[in-house]
């Protein structure tokens, strides 16, 4: 197990299991990797193995040359259970002919002479037969242009799925064929045609997405499982599968997006205006008053009246007011200002709270080169006391808790008000589910809190009994926060958003470990693999011929 101090970022730790009471489980190596390892970073090295890898399935199971394994993949976005529910769902022809794939070759019983022209119904010229080439679909034009057809494509950015010239022919053509013509003319989109072939296994695959890191690392993150969870690349960045933004669960994509466009942008500055400021009646500006007196005038020499907002001048004087009275209630005026300035104390009761446990993440990361020193001057201590790995695992317990609370306060903002789900919950339904969110996130963070001081607190000058008594509070305390942030967790998926009809609101599942750190893509489950891909075919009823 890796060391937690020794990590070189230092906003992910690895837990002792002791702590947890968490075995590892040890999963057969022919099959899958080791559980908890579900996300494989692949670099520009092994993305050729990665797609290998899916080709090699699909072209076992149906007996296929690799050119239309790809088409059938490209089809279906790399997504090969996908592919493989189809075929027992639909067989084998309708499979082939939805992705353009030909069943079988075409081959001719008398074929023409080397030399012998060949009319091609494209240019409607007579070309030698050597100068032609024929698809699997049976349709056959000479080399230039098919050349020339796929150059237009491949600059199109159709490189992918090239189909055949003739007329409402579905069939994809043949790679090879593909970079053989276009490579004696065009060296430079040969490779652009087979970069885009090699590419396709990320970006039009929903498992496999490049990471967002800025400069980019050049590595793609493949997920195994589920596809909304938060990883870890080896490069350091810590983000959102979903939206390849940073890591904000418990908050949902939809959720996230919304605070950090809100906190960004001028919404709440528009708030802030209704609610301090009001418009000149000449030029409309906005215009906060700075004094006692209700007399003010804006800076382009109007004069006007604080309490009603009117202009004043010959009929409008503090001894007399014609036609209005700065006293009447005006009910528009007074809601949208009262609800304008209830919105803005809102944002910002979650967004200071927000904000606070963000910056004591930051603070708090500062305390690895402390308890680093901490750690080494007790262990050089003559003392019964050897093992500090309690106070790595505390430190980790805080990071993800805190992690948490920062993220609860965005999600409580937008699933108690009214942006999202006013017309999902009933009033009372809101306040019921708010008060058991709000209990089980003071809990947590109380806990948190003591957490921390116990952490901070100078243990290296302590002495024996006391240092196993702050050992015995960081242990307890790191249970008691693993514990609450799982079932605020629980609470968010099943008592919030599990009953809510709008579905759209998922959130990466809590993970006591902690963020996963993606692992090196490896090819060790071929075996097991092809045994699955084996009793598939007993199913499908696929036979050994070769049909392609």
């Known amino acids: 197990m890796e060391d937690c101090l020794g990590s070189d970022d230092e906003y992910y730790y690895s837990d002792q299991d002791s702590l947890d009471g968490i075995e590892n489980e040890d999963s057969d190596p022919q099959w899958i990797p080791p559980k908890g390892t579900t996300t494989k970073v692949i670099t520009k090295e092994s993305l050729l193995s990665a797609q290998k890898e899916d080709l090699r399935r699909v072209m076992d199971l149906l007996f296929l040359r690799e050119h239309h394994a790809r088409t059938l993949l490209i089809h279906y976005r790399w997504d090969v259970e996908k592919l493989f529910a189809v075929l027992v769902e639909k067989g084998k022809p309708c499979l082939f002919s939805e992705a353009g794939v030909s069943l079988v070759e075409h081959e001719d019983l008398d074929p023409p002479l080397p030399n012998s022209p060949v009319m091609c119904a494209i240019c409607i010229e007579d070309v030698p037969s050597v100068d032609t080439t024929k698809m699997d679909c049976g349709h056959c034009f000479c080399n230039s242009c098919w050349t020339e057809h796929f150059v237009v494509k491949i600059n199109e950015g159709q490189s992918k799925r090239i189909k055949c010239m003739a007329h409402k022919c579905n069939a994809i053509c043949d790679e090879s064929v593909v970079r053989n013509l276009v490579s004696k003319r065009h060296p430079h989109l040969a490779e652009k045609f087979d970069r885009f072939l090699l590419e396709s296994y990320i970006e039009d695959n929903k498992r496999v997405k490049w990471c967002p890191s800025t400069p980019h690392c050049g590595n793609a993150i493949r997920v195994e499982d589920d596809e909304f969870c938060e990883i870890e690349c080896t490069c350091g960045l810590q983000f959102c599968f979903s939206c390849l933004s940073q890591a904000h669960s418990p908050c949902s994509c939809l959720m996230w997006e919304l605070w950090t466009k809100k906190c960004r942008d001028e919404s709440e500055t528009v708030n802030w205006i209704t609610v301090h400021t009001k418009p000149c009646p000449k030029c409309h500006k906005p215009v906060e008053k700075n004094g006692g007196c209700n007399l003010v005038s804006c800076i382009c020499g109007q004069a006007f009246c604080w309490l009603c907002g009117g202009a004043t001048g010959r009929d409008h004087t503090w001894s007399s007011i014609a036609g209005h009275s700065c006293g009447r209630y005006k009910e528009d005026k007074e809601q949208n200002a009262e609800r304008a300035k209830r919105d803005l104390y ?62 609860s306060y965005p999600f409580a903002f937008y699933m108690f008000g009214e942006e999202l789900f006013k017309d999902e919950m009933t009033k009372e339904e809101r306040e019921i589910k708010q008060h058991l969110f709000e209990d089980q996130q003071q809990q947590l963070e109380e806990n948190v809190e003591k957490l921390s001081k116990f952490l901070e607190a100078p243990f290296d000058d302590y002495n024996e009994n006391e240092v196993m008594d702050i050992r015995m509070q960081v242990i ?29 609101h998922n959130i990466a599942p809590y993970k006591s470990k902690g963020i996963e750190k993606a692992s090196e893509l490896t090819v060790c489950w071929v075996n097991k693999a092809n045994n699955v891909d084996k009793d598939l075919r007993l199913h499908c009823g696929t036979s050994g011929n070769v049909l392609i």
């Open 476 to 504: 307890n305390l790191s249970a008691i926060t693993d514990t609450l942030c799982q079932k605020m967790y629980d609470c968010i998926e099943s008592d919030l958003l599990g009953s809510l009809q709008l579905g759209i």
């Open 346 to 407: 809102r944002y910002m009761h979650y967004h200071n709270r927000y904000k606070a446990h963000t910056d004591s993440f930051k603070l708090e990361s500062n305390l690895k080169e402390s308890i680093q020193k901490k750690v080494a001057v007790s262990e050089e201590k003559d003392s019964r006391l050897r093992d500090f790995s309690w106070v790595n695992n505390g430190l980790s317990r805080l990071f993800r808790s805190r992690r948490v609370l920062s993220y």
